[in-house]
């Protein structure tokens, strides 16, 4: 019988009607829940360390104010607040305050530190955005009580305390660049002519410093990468690999990489322009200041005002030790917003800008090489505004001497590939840079093969002298005696498991499915397996011949690994 008459049968009974509904229904529901993010609301409950406040964990939020997230606690006028307990060699103590509604009205502020006024600020506060008072500290005591007075009845935010040391910087500053979607075929230092790079800044800075060649994201997609760099574990053990779904947050036992540097006394600061990157998902626990401005609707998210952002923050901690991640979203596709630069780079037959490109490529199938390429044509133009406003940041690190102690990490969080079938971690999504600049960093080329997510965590931690915590999986990078016989990248997504596995010889892809609420796999239940040649000058697969029937001795040695892999501990 025809499939479409027989649909038309099942179709007329009520219950066939009723069940087509329901499945629209469900759909519609689930959509719902994969893809909610959170838009800047309060969040309560919060989980965070190295905290100032005489409070209850209750009592504290995490609050945005115009694109910046801090903790917080809610006070009113002449209530007093115990901040401790502090080292015996503070510089500064810095308060950052706002209104809890925008349409209160607040004026003349006043701040006592133990019965002493300190801070007076005149006229009328503004809204939505956080004010920062920094006091130098004369005497210095564990605990200070902070009394706050002003005029009006509104109750004001008032932000987890930085606390500025004495002591001159003499440890490492560390900035991760993160460039989103980034590939190696970007960059300039993989063409024989440096003419033709469109990133000779990038280039020039990293030129005295280390290129790694053989680096690979252990994710497929921003969120389970990032939790790999936070945390040092592959995306199967943190467990935050769904945007939403179960409303899953980097486990709480685990400390962040911005929480141990934070309490090594660092000042932190993270810049990210993408709904995966996000407080909701316990992304901002150790950093002092966290913005987030979502890249395709606003002018705040260029790699020009996130240079300027992380300049200034730099600046103000100019003796003290720092920490910065920022993230840009200009290398991926859709690429957001063509800037005046980006334009004249363009021929005049063009696209007006990616996004509709980049649609109708999703939605249509419109697979064509001209509507690809003319995609690739505007992200080249974009790479090279990125890296126009990149070399402010290296000018401006070089001109005040801060390149004698700071190392500058230059990465992606993944891949990109226009090909969404399956095996999905093909080499394009999961081949990433990894360049190192500073002051103790070897110049070279290294042809090592790097877990950049999870070796991030380790290596920064060996430069700031850390002590390493027990779970990490990661490796110190730097370290020459420590080298890799593979990399692993893992796809945790709607009840599929995906593994790759690549050596210098080969990759093997193992594909079977999940539960993705417990994070059990179900390695019998397979969805499929392959196995590919990598070249070995240039590392290339072939992902059009899946010779896994014809090496059975191989394909047993890699089961043996995705075993172990498997049986690795789960935080969630």
């Known amino acids: 019988m025809n499939t479409r008459i027989r649909n038309f049968i099942k179709l007329s009974t009520p219950y066939g009607l009723l069940s087509l509904i329901n499945q629209r229904h469900e759909r519609k529901w689930l959509n719902r829940k994969w893809y909610h993010f959170w838009q800047g609301s309060l969040l309560k409950n919060v989980e965070c360390k190295h905290l100032f406040f005489d409070k209850k964990m209750e009592d504290i939020f995490y609050v945005m104010q115009q694109e910046e997230s801090r903790i917080a606690v809610r006070i ?29 009205q607040v004026r003349d502020l006043k701040i006592f530190l133990n019965n002493n006024l300190v801070s007076y600020l005149k006229g009328t506060m503004e809204s939505s955005r956080w004010i920062d008072i920094r006091i130098p500290l004369q005497e210095h005591n564990m605990f200070y009580d902070v009394k706050i007075q002003y005029s009006g009845s509104s109750e004001l935010f008032f932000a987890n305390p930085i606390i500025g040391m004495k002591e001159k910087n003499r440890d490492q500053n560390f900035i991760i660049l993160m460039l989103d979607a980034l590939i190696p075929p970007h960059l300039g230092y993989q063409k024989n002519d440096s003419k033709d790079s469109v990133t000779p800044y990038i280039d020039h800075y990293f030129s005295s410093g280390r290129i790694y060649e053989n680096c690979f994201s252990q994710g497929d997609w921003t969120l389970p990468s990032v939790n790999s760099m936070f945390t040092g574990l592959y995306p199967s053990q943190h467990g ?7 409303g899953r947050k980097i486990p709480s036992q685990i400390p962040t990489l911005g929480e141990l540097l934070k309490g090594k006394g660092y000042h932190t600061f993270c810049f990210s322009t993408v709904r995966r990157l996000l407080p909701s998902y316990g992304h901002q626990r150790g950093f002092d200041r966290f913005l987030y401005s979502q890249w395709h609707t ?34 991926h596709p859709p690429y957001g917003k063509l800037s005046y630069f980006s334009n004249t780079q363009l021929s005049p037959y063009r696209l007006f800008s990616a996004v509709e490109g980049c649609e109708e490529r999703k939605y249509k199938k419109n697979n064509s090489l001209e509507l690809k390429t003319e995609i690739e044509h505007i992200g080249t133009a974009k790479l090279r505004q990125l890296d126009l406003f990149l070399s402010c940041l290296f000018n401006y690190l070089n001109q005040r001497g801060l390149d004698r102690n700071t190392t500058v990490f230059l990465t992606s969080d993944h891949g990109w590939n226009f090909r969404d079938d399956a095996p999905v971690l093909k080499l394009e999504r999961v081949h990433i840079p990894l360049l190192i600049k500073g002051p103790t960093i070897k110049e070279g080329r290294i042809k090592d093969i790097i877990e950049v997510s999870v070796d991030l965590y380790p290596t920064i931690l060996k430069l700031a002298d850390i002590s390493f915590p027990e779970h990490i999986v990661g490796r110190d990078i730097l370290e020459e005696s420590v080298s890799r016989k593979y990399a692993i990248s893992e796809s945790c997504f709607k009840g599929i498991y995906e593994i790759s596995i690549r050596d210098f010889k080969w990759c093997y892809i193992y594909r079977c499915e999940m539960d993705s609420s417990s994070g059990e796999i179900f390695k019998e239940k397979i969805l499929g397996e392959y196995l590919f040649e990598r070249d070995k000058n240039d590392g290339r697969e072939d992902c059009n011949s899946n010779v896994a029937c014809h090496h059975p001795k191989v394909i047993a040695d890699f089961k043996k690994e995705v075993e172990k892999i498997c049986l690795y501990k789960r935080f969630f």
């Open 298 to 331: 606003t002018e705040n998210s260029s790699g020009r005002y996130i240079v300027n952002s992380a300049i200034e923050f730099i600046e103000s901690h100019y003796d003290e030790p720092f920490f910065l991640l920022l993230h840009f979203n200009e290398s």
């Open 240 to 246: 935050v690999v769904n945007p939403g779904h179960y």
């Open 76 to 104: 009113k006028s002449n209530d007093t607040l115990k901040i401790g307990p502090l080292l015996l060699s503070q510089k500064y103590i810095q308060f950052g305050i706002s209104l809890y509604r925008k349409e209160a």
